[in-house]
Antibody, heavy 116, light 107 residues
Framework: EVQLVESGGGLVQPGGSLRLSCAAS????????MTWVRQAPGKGLEWVAN????????YYVDSAKGRFTISKDNAKNSLFLQMNNLRPEDTAVYYC?????????WGQGTLVTVSS | DIQMTQSPSTLSASVGDRVTITCRAS??????LAWYQQKPGKAPKLLIY???SLQSGVPSRFSGSGSGTEFTLTISSLQPDDFATYYC?????????FGQGTKVEIK
């Protein structure tokens, strides 16, 4: 059974940093692109970033470029999102997901709140 | 960036109704279109990928069609478990983008 479990969310002040982690199991992690998607409270879904199987290609939404870094550790079946210079508009539930046939498996999400 | 526009934003329907949701892309995305269902407080669930391919385990009352810039999600006979919000998403090219969502409510 595919499982994706996020951690690392919480309350952070504007300008601060946070590192999200996602533990993957139930599939061959090194064989899949992985993705982060976020959802602001009461709003729709927004794709944030993708990373290729071996980490050699990364793509970001414009609002994340230069501030967020997606990475993965295939030996530890883990996906990460380093978020720097956080803004109030980054407040959202962040989902770790597998990019197989479209976005085919999702974690339960971790809430990031950016507020003073 | 490619804009995805769903209609309607809200839909009121009864159990047993045939329901259709439309998604339009601001430029051609060929067939790189997915549909997701999301219930309150839960992660989205993939229903349809590549415009018309049914994800494993998804009931056959869900179907997708379209190509280029216009796509539809159809629920042939609405069930109580189907009241939720539905999103379309294009996944080629980057940046991936989602529609704003269609909430299916009980009439």
């Amino acid at each position: 059974e595919v499982q994706l479990v996020e951690s690392g969310g919480g309350l952070v002040q504007p300008g601060g940093s946070l590192r999200l982690s996602c533990a993957a199991s139930g599939f061959t992690f090194s064989s899949y692109w992985m993705t982060w998607v976020r959802q602001a409270p009461g709003k729709g879904l927004e794709w944030v970033a993708n990373i290729k199987q071996d980490g050699s290609e990364k793509y970001y939404v414009d609002s994340a470029k230069g501030r967020f870094t997606i990475s993965k550790d295939n030996a530890k079946n883990s996906l990460f999102l380093q978020m720097n210079n956080l803004r109030p508009e980054d407040t959202a539930v962040y989902y770790c997901a597998r990019a197989g046939a479209a976005i085919d498996y999702w974690g339960q999400g971790t809430l990031v709140t950016v507020s003073s | 960036d490619i804009q995805m526009t769903q209609s309607p934003s809200t839909l009121s329907a009864s159990v047993g109704d045939r329901v259709t949701i439309t998604c339009r892309a601001s430029q051609s995305i060929s067939g790189w279109l997915a549909w997701y269902q999301q219930k309150p407080g839960k992660a989205p669930k993939l229903l349809i990928y590549k415009a018309s391919s049914l994800q494993s385990g998804v009931p056959s009352r869900f179907s997708g069609s379209g190509s280029g810039t216009e796509f539809t999600l159809t629920i042939s006979s609405l069930q109580p478990d189907d009241f939720a919000t539905y999103y379309c998403q294009q996944y080629n090219p980057y940046p991936w983008t989602f529609g704003q969502g269609t909430k299916v409510e009980i009439k």
